[in-house]
């Protein structure tokens, strides 16, 4: 007998987590996505501003987003799929900070089978490292 996947109420689009072409893991549309719909949420541990600076400072691969002056999220233990989205310097999303949720939208739409990507804009690296999304007009640092 199968196993039952259920899908929480924010996870609005079907994803799967897999190898990605830009690094790691990645997110996986397996539906297709209309431009501007919702694609889903993620949820971690609330942490201070200056935790999140302290973790990302010692860890070399981070999932933290800072929600505020005061707030961030960091989603390593989180289970939710988004959390493995990766950047691309030219994303078919957005991640959005909406009252202290952090969500996802399509920026375009996106065909089943094409990797969910988000440009993620101001990083701890500061430009020190490599931009390996392949996109035309790649930044080449994160």
């Excluded at 799967?16 to 297709?32: K, M, N, T, W």
């Excluded at 942490?47 to 929600?67: G, K, N």
């Excluded at 707030?71 to 989180?78: E, G, N, R, T």
């Amino acid at each position: 007998m199968g196993q039952l996947a259920i899908r929480p109420p924010y996870q609005k689009v079907d994803v799967a987590v897999r190898r990605s072409p830009i690094d790691g893991y990645g997110v996986f549309a397996l539906e297709p996505v209309q431009r501007w719909h919702k694609i889903g949420e993620v949820r971690g541990e609330s942490i201070s501003i200056a935790d999140a600076r302290r973790r990302a400072a010692t860890l070399e691969r981070i999932m933290i987003v800072e929600i505020s002056d005061k707030k961030a999220v960091d989603l390593a233990k989180s289970t939710d799929p988004m959390r493995f989205t990766n950047h691309s310097c030219q994303p078919n999303g957005r991640l959005s900070i909406q009252g202290g949720r952090i969500e996802f939208y399509a920026l375009r739409d996106i065909e089943m089978g094409e990797e969910i990507t988000v440009n993620y804009g101001e990083t701890h690296h500061e430009g020190r490292l490599a931009c390996q999304c392949g996109a035309p007009g790649c930044v080449g640092t994160l």
